[in-house]
């Protein structure tokens, strides 16, 4: 082939919408000598079938954001390639049956107009008068999203990739790549049966596909992409004349009705409907050896399956009753890819240099614009705008293997528009890894929850007490967890509270030059020998990439704990940025750890340990617990007199029990939340994210600018403290009602949205609702009045002073 490239910047595997939307940002972003190869023709994969509603709707601020932009995206595409294509934005009506749903809707609401988009909530009466065809008796509220739409997923694949193309983007199609290849400098090199490619980077968006070409990473440090495919369905009605009459009186389309407490969406298609379930009774493919992935499934579908979703048929049939005056006309079964949360992955190929995944997508045409945004800012700018951890591939680690993925993935699709409560927990393929105190901990009464595939101890239950899922669903603070958790912290509180925390993500680092190497990594100081200190990674931006607790234990020797869920970002980020002769150790599994505080956790260990309990807060030391050779840090994420007690596995069951024995209560993950947030401790990825620089998150002691290193964000932060600050983290007393603020609920300054929480809980020693977050700066003041808005319901709250509420001395920590 005589214009085969032989060289390109960026090799992009798939020509889905997701594929082309990519290949199209980074054109915008300049970066034209890309290519993108399909083995088919551009949207063959799941793209060519799809229904095409574009929602903004999301209780997910990184996924709004990535929808929110494809809707603007999209209403100026076809104009801006000059490419017409068919995109209606009809507006949507989301159905509530019940009163949680509708707090639901108000949250989802005010993000959305935090964001700009002019969501509302209408009374079923309202939205009848919009919908004269809807059945409204039984419903409690209607969220009414004017942005909403459909669009022709074909037509929009084909407007990117014009654009793409004009910008000077190479796409070939019938080219499937066959493998790729490694450098040693980084680089790669992508197969085709056409020829070699020479590249920079690789992207995967193979869709469904994903996990095949996932494969060729595999020695170059890549994984099984997690992820499994389930076969989804939606109908087409024939013409009904009353729709066609509608139309033609109101010269638009229906807006879309989602009914999300059934499972379905109806929009009008043509004249007639457009009807699409998530069913419970749900069917995954290529899942079973009797049933493998086809080489290649291009423009295929399979075999309509309508009595799975017979109920949810006629119970659309009984909502707008216009449905039943006509039959079904066709069928669309085809098949959608799902990751174990139903995110797409998006972002950096875990454990794979120069590789970038923008794949499993099971709203791909929604999210596709945002997704080429996105992906093209991870290559181009090496970060996002926006906070991406909700989709960033590395969320996953080494736990999720092809049962995990299929349990959760069916799980997700046939609760596809479920409500995610804060105290719930979603059942499917539980204890993936277990601490070697599992045992005990359950039996104590530990409800247990999932970390990083770690099970710890969310609260204990007593005898009696409900635990089932049910009692779960709601957004409120009260339910049998309440009493215990109160009883956890006030243990905490007044006496010794033990809590079994594993998988905390630990890299020892050592060698020479490794104090150097830390300077250089962290924005601040590093901790002298025998002490422990906290220390903060900045992208080039100056934002909040990491943080970490780091231990000395000599000049040249360091151990790194990090969150659980950190384990393979901030490996990577450690692994990839020490010099040469300084070695990383990763020992997550094996150790253990407890957090043991309280003001009598002294006199708990004193019986069981030759600690030296005496020496100061931030120390650590190496002594025996229970004749157990273990590790002590003289910290504590719950504010009062503790320690951390690190062992390796097999030691942990004696010190455990003894520590028990000796008195302590244990406590859960609820009671440590509540705890932190009374002291002002941020928690990565809630209060700690890219979407706030070190200062706005008021992180001004961690950052040292006079020191000599050039770490990152140096230049960044630099300009940001003779500019000043756009926003500032604060904490909150919130008058709050029956339910603490969740993560991003707006805050308002009269009539203005002025920040958003990060962060909020009862504080059980404070008596008060607690919530941090993020102000704009002017209004970072100690007795500021601002309305937080939780779920719909506007609750007063006041910046507090720039200091932990509990303890503000640390004289506790200290004692
Ligand atoms: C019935 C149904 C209805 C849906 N409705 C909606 C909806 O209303 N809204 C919405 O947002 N989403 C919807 N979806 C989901 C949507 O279709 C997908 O999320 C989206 O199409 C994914 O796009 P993609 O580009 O990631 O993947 P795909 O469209 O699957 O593209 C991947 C491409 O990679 C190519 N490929 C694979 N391997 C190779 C290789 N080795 N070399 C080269 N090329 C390769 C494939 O041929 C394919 O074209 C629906 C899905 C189904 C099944």
């Not at 609760?415 to 927990?425: D, G, K, L, Q, V």
């Not at 951390?644 to 029990?657: K, R, S």
């Not at 009045?785 to 932990?804: H, N, S, T």
Request: charged share 25%.
């Amino acid at each position: 082939m005589a214009d085969f490239p032989t060289s390109a910047k960026v090799v992009i595997i798939g020509g889905g919408a997701v594929g082309a939307s990519s290949l199209y940002h980074l054109a915008k972003k300049g970066w034209t000598d890309c290519v993108l190869l399909e083995k088919n023709e551009l949207t063959a994969g799941s793209t060519w079938h799809a229904a095409g509603n574009v929602p903004t709707f999301s209780t997910s601020w990184a996924i709004m954001n990535m929808q929110r932009y494809s809707t603007e995206l999209y209403a100026r595409l076809g104009e801006e390639v000059d490419y017409p294509m068919n995109y209606h934005q009809t507006g949507s009506i989301r159905l509530a049956h019940t009163k949680e749903r509708v707090q639901e809707f108000e949250r989802a609401c005010s993000m959305g107009r935090y964001q700009g988009i002019e969501m509302e909530m209408w009374t079923p009466e309202q939205a009848k008068e919009h919908y004269p065809f809807l059945e409204i008796h039984d419903l409690k509220g209607v969220l009414f999203d004017p942005s909403d739409g459909d669009i022709d997923p074909a037509q929009l694949t084909q407007a990117l990739a014009k654009g793409a193309r004009d910008m000077g983007a190479k796409i070939i199609r019938f080219c499937p790549a066959t493998g790729v290849t490694q450098n040693k400098d980084g680089s790669w090199i992508v197969h085709t049966d056409k020829g070699d490619i020479a590249c920079e980077y690789v992207v995967n968006a193979a869709g469904y596909y994903a996990q095949q070409v996932g494969e060729w990473f595999k020695p170059y440090g890549g994984r099984t992409v997690p992820m499994m495919v389930m076969s989804h369905q939606y109908l087409l009605t024939e013409q009904i004349p009353e729709i066609e009459a509608w139309s033609k009186a109101n010269g638009k389309k229906l807006p879309l009705i989602r009914d999300v407490d059934v499972s379905y969406y109806l929009r009008q298609e043509k004249n007639g409907y457009n009807l699409g379930p998530y069913e419970p009774n749900c069917r995954a493919h290529w899942v079973e050896e009797a049933d493998p992935m086809p080489d290649d499934f291009s423009f295929q579908l399979w075999q309509d399956d309508l009595d799975r979703i017979e109920d949810i048929v006629t119970d659309a049939m009984e909502r707008v009753p216009l449905m039943a005056t006509s039959g079904v006309s066709s069928v669309i079964n085809g098949p959608i890819p799902y990751a174990p949360d139903g995110l797409p992955l998006l972002g950096p190929m875990p454990g794979v240099k120069n590789a970038f995944e923008a794949c499993v997508f099971t709203f791909g045409i929604a999210q596709g614009g945002g997704a080429g945004k996105v992906l093209a800012e991870w290559i181009v700018d090496g970060g996002t705008e926006w906070d991406m951890w909700a989709v960033d591939p590395r969320r996953y680690t080494d736990y999720t293997d092809q049962e995990y993925c299929n349990l959760k993935g069916m799980e997700v699709y046939g609760n596809e528009y479920a409500m995610h409560f804060p105290w719930h927990r979603w059942p499917a393929a539980p204890d993936r890894k277990l601490s070697p105190v599992h045992d005990k901990v359950t039996a104590l009464g530990g409800v247990m929850g999932d970390y990083n595939g770690w099970e710890r101890a969310n609260w204990f239950a007593k005898a009696g007490d409900d635990t089932s899922e049910d009692s779960t669903h709601t957004w409120g603070r009260s339910g049998p967890w309440e009493q215990r958790i109160k009883e956890e912290c006030e243990a905490v509180r007044d006496a010794c509270g033990v809590l079994d925390l594993p998988g905390f993500s630990r890299f020892w680092v050592k060698g020479a030059g490794a104090d150097d190497w830390l300077r250089g990594f962290g924005t601040g100081g590093i901790p002298k020998v025998g002490r422990i200190g906290l220390i903060y990674v900045a992208d080039a931006r100056g934002r909040i990439l990491t943080e970490m607790s780091c231990i000395r234990l000599e000049e040249n020797s360091f151990v790194l704990i990090t969150a659980a869920t950190a384990q393979w970002h901030d490996g990577e980020l450690v692994k990839r940025s020490v010099p040469e002769g300084v070695t990383v150790t990763e020992t997550t599994r094996d150790r253990d750890c407890l957090i043991v505080a309280g003001p009598t956790s002294r006199d708990v260990l004193a019986g069981l340990t030759d600690a030296d309990l005496t020496q100061g807060w931030l120390t650590h030391q190496h002594a025996t617990v229970a004749g157990k050779p273990a590790f002590l840090i003289r910290v504590s994420f719950t504010g009062e007199l503790g320690w951390e007690v690190h062992a390796q596995n097999e030691d942990m069951p004696a010190i455990y029990q003894a520590i028990i024995d000796a008195g302590a209560k244990p406590f859960g993950m609820w009671a440590l939340n509540s705890l932190r947030i009374e002291k002002g401790y941020r928690a990565w990825k809630g209060d700690l994210s890219t979407d706030y620089s070190l200062f706005e998150g008021g992180l001004d002691r961690f950052v040292k600018l006079d020191k000599p290193q050039d770490f990152s964000g140096k230049a960044a932060l630099m300009a940001e403290k003779q500019q000043g600050s756009k926003k500032r983290f604060v904490t909150l007393l919130v008058e709050a009602g029956d339910c603490d603020a969740p993560y991003m609920s707006c805050l308002w300054h009269g009539d203005e949205i002025v920040g958003e929480t990060t962060s909020g809980a009862w504080g059980y020693r404070v008596n008060a609702s607690v919530a941090l977050g993020m102000v704009r700066a002017d209004l970072a003041v100690p007795g500021t009045e601002l309305e937080v808005e939780i779920y719909g319901e506007k609750c007063r709250a006041v910046v507090q002073e720039d200091r932990p509420l509990w303890d503000p001395e640390n004289e506790r920590l200290r004692a």
